[in-house]
């Protein structure tokens, strides 16, 4: 054991301050980092790996892009909080506007999980409901009414799914399986009339990438639309990541080519990529409803770091570098990888479904068809993906530490990365034939 994990271990709960860096998804040991530059991420030891987390997804344009620290080192020198509003975080929200049509007004705070959270206060105020509809194997962060995933059969009552969330908090809850058209349109023929919400990951990434099945985001929309509850959808990871307008956009961009209107979220939460690395989320939606945020409206919500000036800097020269051409440069590296490793795996005989959504993508193993629910995620073989995590890593390259996330590609990402990549999963894969 190293001298890193006995220390941290004797002050840190299981020696982190997120849980998945714990690697409990594949055993080990990790090693503290010490710094990430483009693609690569160098570990206390000095071990330099080819970054395939990107801070679980900010890192859209590489680690450290010198203009973005630029950014930040200029804001820091002007005051690190004011706890009053910037000229700059207006320019955020606008841009996020400006790209993003259906956050009509927009409200930045500073975790993914504030977000989501504030955007189910905001439902069930506007709609005076309390259930909340969510999807199995969907994360949304980790406040008390969402921090339920477990459940089967077609409309499972929510269940605290951690320690410490009440029965109450949960009771609210309806967990449905993903994709599942007849157990939406069954919830709301059964419960319609107490449904504020229904959130959902715009592209679930939190099991894996799973695509959703064509038509099914259109089909929450129309459903809280005709029954008066309100869609929120989560692009908290996919925003502003799986396309240039998130996973929203592709869609969007499906429909118009197709002749079909687009359908629009009420409620929608960014996070990671517009904060380029920093604390910035943000909540987004139609006017009517954010107005009901305090001071304007009844809803109470605030933050002492809220839009915060340095983390702000950061988010606002992380979106303004990503241009169209940067987010086809993020779609080529993705198709290039993803292509190559699957080629590789398949070429091997090892058995695979790729889960995809636009720059997103992770590796099942062990399966044939890529899954939809998180019961067919579940059917995944993790124990061959540990083995392939630490094969890969002993010859740098850093995979996220668990099967049930998605693999980050980045601007910064060159030919020879994704190359290294695609040799040393197909090193592994041959090992575990022989
Ligand atoms: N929603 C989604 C889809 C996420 O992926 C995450 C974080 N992985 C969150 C919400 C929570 O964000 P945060 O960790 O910033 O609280």
């Known amino acids: 054991m190293s001298t890193y994990s006995d220390r941290a271990r004797a002050i840190l709960p299981g020696g982190v301050n997120s849980p998945v860096r714990a690697w409990n998804g594949v055993g080990g040991e990790p090693v503290p980092i010490a710094s990430a530059h483009g693609s690569r991420i160098t570990d206390a030891d000095g071990r330099e790996?080819?970054?395939?987390?990107?801070?679980?997804?900010?890192?859209?344009?590489?680690?450290?892009?010198?203009?973005?620290?630029?950014?930040?080192?200029?804001?820091a020198t002007r005051g690190l909080s004011f706890g009053a509003t910037t000229e700059a975080e207006v320019e955020l929200a606008e841009l996020i506007r400006e790209r993003y049509a259906p956050a009509e007004r927009v409200r930045l705070v500073s975790t993914g999980t504030e977000a989501t959270m504030t955007a189910i206060r905001l439902a069930r105020a506007a709609t005076g409901r309390d259930v909340i509809v969510k999807f199995a194997g969907?994360?949304?962060?980790?406040?008390?009414?969402?921090?339920?995933?477990?459940?089967?059969?077609?409309?499972?009552?929510?269940?605290?799914?951690?320690?410490?969330?009440?029965?109450?908090?949960?009771?609210?809850?309806?967990?449905?399986?993903?994709?599942?058209?007849?157990?939406?349109?069954?919830?709301?023929?059964?419960?319609?009339?107490?449904?504020?919400?229904?959130?959902?990951?715009?592209?679930?990434?939190?099991?894996?990438?799973?695509?959703?099945?064509?038509?099914?985001?259109?089909?929450?929309?129309?459903?809280?639309?005709?029954?008066?509850?309100?869609?929120?959808?989560?692009?908290?990871?996919?925003?502003?990541?799986?396309?240039?307008?998130?996973?929203?956009?592709?869609?969007?961009?499906h429909d118009l080519a197709a002749g079909v209107d687009p359908w629009t979220p009420d409620l929608v939460t960014f996070g990671k990529v517009i904060g380029g690395g920093l604390p910035v989320a943000a909540l987004g939606g139609r006017r009517d409803l954010m107005e009901r945020l305090a001071p304007l409206g009844p809803v109470y919500q605030a933050g002492t770091l809220s839009g915060n000036p340095v983390a702000v800097a950061a988010g606002l020269a992380t979106m303004r570098l990503l241009t169209p051409e940067v987010h086809d440069r993020v779609a080529a590296t993705a198709d290039a990888l993803v292509t190559g490793v699957s080629g590789a795996l398949a070429e091997r005989g090892i058995a695979h479904a790729v889960g995809r959504a636009g720059t997103l993508f992770s590796i099942f193993l062990g399966l044939d068809d890529a899954p939809v629910t998180f019961e067919e995620v579940s059917r995944q073989d993790t124990a061959a993906f540990a083995r392939m995590f630490h094969a890969v890593r002993r010859e740098g390259v850093a995979l996220p530490p668990s099967a049930y996330e998605a693999w980050f590609v980045s601007a910064a990402h060159t030919a020879a990365d994704v190359d290294h990549v695609i040799a040393t999963v197909a090193a592994w894969a041959d090992s575990e034939r022989t």
């Open 49 to 75: 790996m080819i970054d395939l987390v990107a801070s679980w997804g900010p890192a859209m344009l590489g680690h450290a892009h010198p203009e973005v620290v630029a950014a930040v080192q200029a804001a």
């Open 138 to 253: 969907c994360y949304h962060g980790h406040s008390d009414a969402l921090l339920v995933a477990a459940g089967s059969g077609l409309a499972t009552a929510g269940v605290p799914d951690s320690a410490g969330v009440t029965r109450g908090a949960a009771a609210d809850t309806l967990v449905l399986p993903y994709g599942d058209e007849p157990a939406l349109t069954d919830a709301f023929a059964e419960h319609g009339a107490r449904i504020a919400a229904v959130i959902t990951e715009a592209a679930p990434c939190n099991m894996g990438v799973v695509r959703p099945p064509e038509g099914f985001n259109r089909l929450i929309s129309t459903l809280c639309r005709n029954e008066g509850a309100v869609m929120i959808l989560d692009e908290v990871l996919t925003g502003f990541r799986a396309g240039p307008a998130g996973w929203w956009g592709v869609e969007r961009d």
